[in-house]
């Protein structure tokens, strides 16, 4: 009614809240099924809905009768009479099964995702390994030919090293923030050319590229 107090229960709500019939004729409201800590936000949520708010998918912890809580999903409408609203219907859903899913899902997630970070942090060690690898080559050779082939390999293998540690500092595992990409080969490129006379300009918007579209366009940019 106005006043918070139920004066209706079905036989499930008595099941999942613990109470008998004969509870509501002593008097149970409302803020009695929710923990303390937010009955004062149910008590404003009562007052909307009693003003003729319908209140759709609120949650709240919720309070059985033995004091074990769980979290529930509400759902109310207010009750019309001849002279304005005289209560509020509404129906509680129980939804600790799907919290406890949720979770799941998520602590599943949340292990994909170290996963794939530690996967982008391995490849891009062991590229930069190779990398090293064919640059101290490289010195060690005399033919400048010779030296300009393993400087071209090392900086191929470098431009793709350079998106897994993109993607390993990233929070999207699956896209590469191409702008910040381009940026950064091209100033490691004009580092290991050492070519003075050679200006850059970078005219590229804002876009994501998936993994297997930036690797390619990051060779293309390395060989020209």
Not at 73 to 93: E, K, W
Not at 186 to 203: A, C, G, H, K, M
């Amino acid at each position: 009614d106005t006043s918070g107090r139920i004066t209706f229960a079905n036989r499930s709500a008595f099941s999942t809240f613990g109470y008998h019939p004969e509870s509501l004729a002593r008097g149970v409201f409302f803020v009695d099924l929710v923990i303390p800590e937010e009955r004062g936000r149910v008590r404003k949520d009562i007052e909307r809905a009693i003003g003729g708010e319908d209140l759709l998918g609120y949650e709240y912890m919720m309070l059985r009768a033995d004091g074990v809580a769980f979290p529930g999903l509400v759902h109310t409408g207010y009750v019309q009479g001849d002279h304005g609203p005289i209560g509020v219907r509404g129906i509680v859903v129980d939804i600790t099964e799907q919290k406890r899913a949720a979770a799941g899902l998520r602590r599943a997630l949340d292990e994909k995702e170290v996963l794939l970070k530690e996967v982008h942090h391995r490849v891009k060690n062991n590229l930069q390994i190779i990398s090293s690898l064919l640059n101290l080559q490289a010195d060690a050779l005399n033919d400048p030919r010779d030296r300009a082939l393993f400087k071209e390999s090392e900086s191929r293998v470098r431009s793709m090293a350079l998106i897994h540690e993109r993607l390993y500092k990233s929070d999207d595992f699956a896209r590469v923030e191409f702008r910040e990409y381009v940026d950064a080969l091209v100033s490691s490129l004009f580092i290991s050319y050492q070519r003075p006379e050679i200006t850059s300009e970078v005219d590229i918007w804002d876009c994501q590229l998936p993994l297997d579209t930036a690797i390619p366009c990051g060779l293309i940019i390395n060989e020209l």
